[in-house]
């Protein structure tokens, strides 16, 4: 079964540090989105690709995040510098994206952030 | 604003007896609802949606019943197994966006 592949799986880094995560979404899935988890809380949305095309990206922190999905298939997140408050799980999902079509959501495992 | 949250935050169930996770939702435009199963240190995992012109959608073990009246989402598991205990999410999309709002979660132990 096709899934999502994200990695690091984990990631300690000092603050004020650069850091990146990558994403491979299923093949075939225009769309990617990648999210921030808190412990204990359901996942906000960062930014949403259409393609390699931005979609939206109103909640990403854009003094310090970045996003790119070049050829529009993998994509990559990267914080810099980070900061204590980043620490969390940051999750990358996929879908077909096709309007009309499905709206279902394909997530990867992950990646714990953890900034010290 | 926009929200999704759910009544309990923890819901301890005896293996097998029947599971009831709820969810409320405020913006009366959603027109997609889907639940997912997230367990400790791995991604969500899609369990079942609804789009708005259903009340109700079975799959395995699992219903959602939507009430729109009442903006209340549920999912119900039936026979619940020690495989269920996880942290369950209730999530909603409107206008074909693709974009989910979720909610905060709620932790289903199972106890043997």
């Known amino acids: 079964e096709a899934e999502v592949a994200q990695s690091p799986r984990y990631k300690i880094t000092e603050k004020s540090q650069a850091v990146a995560f990558w994403c491979d979404p299923i093949s075939g899935h225009a769309t990617l989105y990648w999210y921030r988890q808190i412990l204990g809380q359901g996942p906000e949305l960062l930014v949403q690709f259409q393609d390699e095309s931005v979609v939206d990206d109103s909640q990403l922190p854009k003094d310090r995040f970045s996003a790119e999905r070049l050829k529009g298939v993998d994509s990559t997140l990267k914080i810099q510098p980070a900061e204590l408050g980043d620490s969390a799980m940051y999750l990358c999902?996929?879908?077909?994206?096709?309007?009309?079509?499905?709206?279902?959501?394909?997530f990867g495992p992950g990646t714990r952030l953890t900034v010290t | 604003g926009e929200s999704v949250g759910l009544h309990l935050p923890t819901l301890s169930v005896q293996e097998g007896d029947n599971s009831i996770i709820n969810c409320a939702y405020s913006?009366?435009?959603?027109?997609?609802f889907i639940w997912y199963k997230q367990e400790s240190g791995k991604g969500p995992q899609f369990i079942i949606d609804?789009?708005?012109?259903?009340d109700k959608r079975q799959g395995q073990r699992v219903t959602v019943l939507l009430n729109k009246t009442v903006k209340h989402l549920s999912l119900q598991i039936a026979a619940t197994q020690p495989g269920d205990s996880a942290v369950y999410f209730c999530a909603e999309t409107h206008g074909g966006t693709y974009k989910y709002i979720f909610g905060t979660g709620t932790r289903l132990k199972v106890l043997a």
């Open positions: 913006n009366s435009a959603s027109d997609y």
């Open positions: 609804i789009r708005s012109n259903m």
């Open positions: 999902a996929s879908s077909l994206g096709t309007s009309g079509t499905s709206y279902e959501q394909y």
